[in-house]
């Protein structure tokens, strides 16, 4: 028999929350490793449908969990994590032009490209803390990685492994960074810029 309620409480740190269930009644416990392999991390006040499985203790908790509505929200979010992907890749070949062009010194290629794979493997590691209740990678960490030009793999890897996208906290602070270090590349490309640059290589040579 499946229940419906509501997300309550959710503790994303540690993985779990509890459902205030729509007939009225005691909380339930809810563990992530309820939801089903795919879908986005709940946030709180989530509708959901759910099936009750008591404990070694005699405690209720809720398994098989679903979201209500959860194929719409699917479609939606696959709609803008294509978009994302694609301004990723664009953004990535506007840098190779660049430095083809010798607009760029080849290092912020290099940069970017690392950055980005340090952010998509940290992303996987948290990932997986989150499922196995293991030490989570601190979201400061995920930020920096973004700032200093990994936010394409860190993009990337929000998208194609469904991780990160529901905490709209996270994503707020996630596109500012991705904001500052687009303004960071911009004045790189300005005549003070590439005077810096300039100068940067002349003492490296």
């Not at 959860?70 to 939606?76: C, G, K, L």
């Not at 996630?174 to 500052?180: D, E």
Request: glycine content about 10%; proline content about 2%; some cysteine.
């Amino acid at each position: 028999m499946r229940y419906q309620g509501k997300i309550n409480n959710w503790k994303d740190g540690q993985g779990f929350g509890f459902i205030n269930p729509n007939d009225g009644g005691k909380q339930v416990f809810v563990h992530i490793k309820s939801f089903g392999k795919g879908q986005q991390r709940p946030v709180g006040n989530e509708a959901v449908t759910y099936e009750l499985k008591t404990d070694a203790k005699g405690r209720a908790n809720a398994v098989n969990v679903a979201y209500v509505g959860a194929r719409a929200q699917a479609a939606t979010s696959a709609g803008h994590g294509n978009f994302s992907l694609f301004a990723a890749a664009v953004f990535l070949l506007l840098v190779v032009g660049m430095v083809f062009t010798d607009k760029l010194p080849l290092a912020v290629l290099g940069l970017y490209l690392i950055a980005s794979m340090v952010a998509f493997i940290a992303y996987k590691f948290d990932r997986s803390a989150a499922r196995n209740d293991r030490r989570r990678t601190p979201e400061n960490a995920l930020h920096l990685y973004a700032l200093i030009g990994g936010w394409p793999g860190a993009l990337f890897a929000q998208r194609l492994l469904r991780h990160k996208t529901s905490k709209q906290s996270f994503q707020i602070m996630f596109w500012i960074t991705v904001m500052l270090n687009c303004a960071a590349l911009g004045w790189l490309l300005s005549s003070a810029g590439a005077s810096v640059l300039l100068s940067v290589a002349s003492a490296t040579d």
